[in-house]
């Protein structure tokens, strides 16, 4: 499987702000995503980051709160703009399987170890 | 609506066998997956299971069936590393994800 960098690992940051959080990949991968876990919650997915074109948002989550970059297969960005308290949360960045692996049917998901967002 | 449902938190003790359920609404149905948290740490993949029956993987065995919409995850001769949150997600006909909110496993000795 994939191994990912995610950064920052934690921050702490003042309401009103904005932070970008990046996401890189060891190989290149097809499917990467951005979820949204808040504390005892499920993971709720942000976007699809799709390679060369615009993300793909889920439902009550908009490009001009939550910019994503996917320049390349093997990076992402997500950005949290103009923070309020209600976003502090940890966001993950995930993947699915690497290129060269191949599809293995159940395109099992590897995590990054996520980033722990605090709004003051 | 699609729904996932497993318990919010269940002890056992260090040795025993747990067994964790989940049952499931989903439109559509592509398999169901078992993954594995550690607090402050990232979800790591368990299982996958897309056929009825049990799939037996060391310590760990997952069970599927699909007429009942249930799976469970069966953890034997538990350690104390085996305290974590375990996560539930069908994959829906769109082959989407739908998480359950996580069953937090504490052991005691």
């Known amino acids: 499987s994939a191994v990912i960098s995610q950064k920052p690992s934690r921050d702490i940051c003042q309401r009103g702000t904005s932070l970008t959080i990046q996401c890189q990949v060891d190989?290149?991968?097809?499917?990467m995503f951005w979820y949204r876990q808040q504390p005892g919650q499920s993971l709720t997915l942000i976007a699809t980051a799709n390679q060369g074109s615009e993300a793909t948002y889920e439902s009550g989550f908009v490009i001009d709160k939550f910019p994503i970059s996917r320049p390349n297969l093997t990076f992402s960005t997500l950005t949290v703009s103009n923070m309020s308290p209600e976003d502090s949360s940890i966001y993950l960045c995930?993947?699915?399987?690497?290129?060269?692996?191949?599809?293995?049917?159940?395109?099992?998901?590897?995590f990054g170890a996520g980033s722990r967002l605090t709004v003051l | 609506g699609q729904n996932i449902d497993q318990p919010t938190e269940m002890t056992a003790t260090e040795g025993a066998i747990v067994q964790i359920n989940c049952t499931y609404q989903t439109s559509g149905f592509n398999g169901l997956f078992w993954y594995q948290q550690h607090a402050g740490e990232a979800p790591t993949f368990l299982s996958y299971?897309?056929l009825d029956g049990l799939e037996e993987k060391g310590r760990f065995s997952s069970f599927l069936s699909r007429s009942k919409g249930y799976s469970y995850l069966l953890l034997k001769e538990l350690q104390m590393k085996d305290s974590a949150s375990y996560l539930c997600a069908a994959v829906d006909s769109n082959y989407q994800l739908i998480w359950g909110a996580g069953t937090k496993l504490i052991i005691k000795p």
């Open positions: 995930s993947v699915g399987p690497p290129l060269e692996q191949g599809s293995d049917g159940a395109n099992v998901l590897t």
């Open positions: 190989s290149q991968v097809t499917m």
């Open positions: 299971n897309v």
